[in-house]
């Protein structure tokens, strides 16, 4: 009788023994297709960032308008651009055109349109006369907005025509 009994406690134990590898066999499994799960889900998080960045990157209006304004004017005056901005709140850029470009545009004569980016379907300009609207010392004194814009015009000739200084430039 004790006999069987400590026979069917080994044999107890030898079944837990198989059951416990069985158990082993089956988590390993589970933990390589776990692993192999984390490594697709890296895989697709990087997916997904990549994919992301291209979601926040709005077209620039430098790129697109005033870098290639600025060509199509240097091949029309033959004379070398320069970009400078977007500054302030309205992201007025302005375009310097000179004769020589290892010179500051402050040590030589230039001519110049100063941009903003595009309010449906115009781009403004500064004309070069101001008004009164903004008090000294104003957020819209201090980012231009007393400067008189006017609708930038689609043609080259007519952009030539309304740069700003020295227009022997052009000579």
């Known amino acids: 009788m004790l006999d069987k009994m400590i026979s069917q406690y080994y044999m107890k134990i030898e079944e837990q023994k198989q059951l416990q590898e069985r158990i082993e066999f089956e988590a390993e499994k589970i933990k390589k297709k776990i ?8 895989r697709l998080e990087k997916k997904k960032d990549k994919v992301m960045c291209n979601y926040y990157k709005f077209p620039s209006w430098v790129e697109l308008i005033v870098e290639p304004l600025m ?3 240097e091949k029309a005056t033959g004379l070398k651009g320069e970009i400078y901005g977007p500054f302030g709140l309205n992201s ?7 004769k020589n470009p290892e010179l500051s545009i402050t040590e030589q004569t230039s001519l ?3 941009i903003e980016p ?5 781009v403004k300009y500064e004309t070069g006369k101001t008004k009164s ?7 819209g004194k201090l980012n231009g907005r007393n400067k008189v814009l006017a609708d ?4 080259l000739e007519e952009i030539i025509e309304i740069l700003h200084g020295d ?5």
């Open 35 to 42: 692993t192999m799960r984390k490594k697709q889900v890296e």
């Open 71 to 73: 060509e199509q004017l």
């Open 92 to 98: 007025r850029t302005s375009i310097y055109l000179t």
């Open 112 to 114: 110049k349109v100063t």
């Open 118 to 122: 595009p309010h449906g379907t115009h």
């Open 133 to 139: 609207k903004y008090q000294r010392g104003s957020i």
């Open 152 to 155: 930038l015009p689609n043609r």
């Open 167 to 171: 227009k022997t430039l052009l000579d």
